[in-house]
């Protein structure tokens, strides 16, 4: 059997899902204890609280012992990071590099962002998420962790990950390669039994827009059901279409969204879509009690994607993100069955009749001033990347 594909497809040895909590930060922090030459992370966000010096205790334990640990965190993302943790850091031998310098104006910032979350180990065992590393992600026996998930692999596909990693370490960008539109393209999807796995990217500056195009591609093709876990999921109208679309040609379509939000004013922006997507047959739940922070989605228990991108145009045109793809019917059934548990367990179904109850003129008014701020901040932010350029 071929190990790769035209599509960017490799044989993998195994992959797993990881959903984010305590269990998580114990698999990750066993990992980089295990580590015996190199470790390559890079991460948008870690914070100094107990789950920051968790992990950061072990990179430098893993120094310490003469592992390589080279670390980026986005600048940005590295804001509460405290200067005494990165200065143990430096003084353990980690090479530790910020993302890109940004101007900000409180929350708000400019500049490309490095959004990314992935670990390799050893080059032989990689892990993409959509968490930071954060107190919130992890969780404690008072709070629940924010819902969110991850992927490990094993394989040849550790080593291109891993020179993903170094080629963004020592600023060494390339542009993506133009492709045809991606309704002309017919992928050669492979046997669903075998372990597949790609890497997407996403770097609209630098003419990547793998995530974008696998997403698209798997909604247009989906002939059963489409399950999105959608952190901040605004997605444009080209995306809304295709959901759209499916779900009249039968396909069942779920999003898992957050009832509750870090950012409020994103959150009354997707409400004002919650209308037209519900009118459109596509199911909406809102998780009860956790902040939904995860990117995921299944199509057809044969297709899943899982990493750092949002549906959202901050994800689409101007941070870098990285998603791994599997072809894998075993993964993808048990990604698709926990995912319905969490639909099913965790959340509430948003409804025609509930949202109709929730709607009265001022909610109404509130949604469409949230949903036009946002959308122009993200215009705004996109025309001042493209003015400015790219700094790496």
């Known amino acids: 059997m071929a190990t790769h594909n035209a599509e960017g497809y490799v044989l993998c040895e195994s992959v797993e899902w990881h959903r984010g909590g305590i269990r998580f930060f114990e698999i990750l922090q066993h990992r980089i204890d295990s580590a015996s030459s190199v470790i390559h992370f890079q991460v948008y966000l870690m914070e100094s609280d107990s789950t920051g010096k968790i992990v950061m205790d072990a990179l430098i334990r893993a120094a310490k012992r003469g592992v390589e640990v080279n670390l980026v965190i986005d600048d940005f993302g590295a804001s509460g990071l405290q200067s005494t943790d990165e200065t143990r850091m ?69 080593e291109d990950l891993a020179a993903v990693c170094i080629k963004i370490q020592e600023k060494k960008f390339s542009a993506g390669k133009l492709k045809w539109p991606s309704t002309l393209i017919k992928d050669p999807i492979p046997d669903s039994k075998g372990i597949w796995v ?4 996403n770097d609209f500056l630098r003419n990547r827009r793998d995530i974008t195009r696998s997403y698209n591609h798997a909604v247009r093709s989906a002939k059963s059901h489409i ?98 793809d599997v072809v894998n019917e075993p993964f993808c059934s048990d990604l698709n069955s926990h995912l319905n548990g969490v639909m099913r367990d965790e959340c509430t179904e948003i409804t025609n009749e509930s949202f109709s109850r929730s709607s009265s003129w001022f909610s109404q008014m509130r949604r469409w001033i949230s949903f036009r701020i946002v959308r122009l901040s993200l215009r705004m932010l996109f025309a001042m990347n493209r003015i400015f350029g790219v700094n790496d």
């Not at 998420?129 to 992600?137: L, T």
């Not at 790609?198 to 990217?201: N, Q």
């Open 227 to 324: 399950t999105i876990v959608g952190g901040y999921f605004l997605p444009g109208r080209r995306f809304i279409s295709l959901l759209r679309r499916a779900s009249k040609r039968g396909v069942q379509v779920s999003v898992i969204m957050t009832r509750f939000s870090d950012v409020p004013v994103v959150k009354l922006a997707s409400e004002y879509l919650y209308g037209r997507l519900l009118r459109a047959g596509v199911k909406i739940y809102e998780c009860n009690n956790a902040m939904v922070h995860g990117k995921v989605a299944v199509v057809d228990n044969m297709w899943a994607t899982i990493g750092s991108y949002n549906q959202n145009q901050l994800s689409a045109y101007i941070s870098i993100e990285l998603n791994l």
């Open 90 to 158: 430096l003084q353990a031998g980690i090479n530790f590099k910020r993302f890109q310098p940004y101007a900000s104006l409180g929350e708000f910032y400019v500049g490309r962002r490095m959004h990314h979350k992935v670990i390799i180990i050893d080059n032989d065992w990689a892990l993409v998420a959509g968490m930071n590393i954060a107190d919130r992600y992890r969780g404690d026996s008072t709070a629940q962790a924010w819902l969110d998930y991850a992927i490990s692999v094993r394989g040849r596909i550790c």
């Open 198 to 201: 790609r890497i997407r990217r």
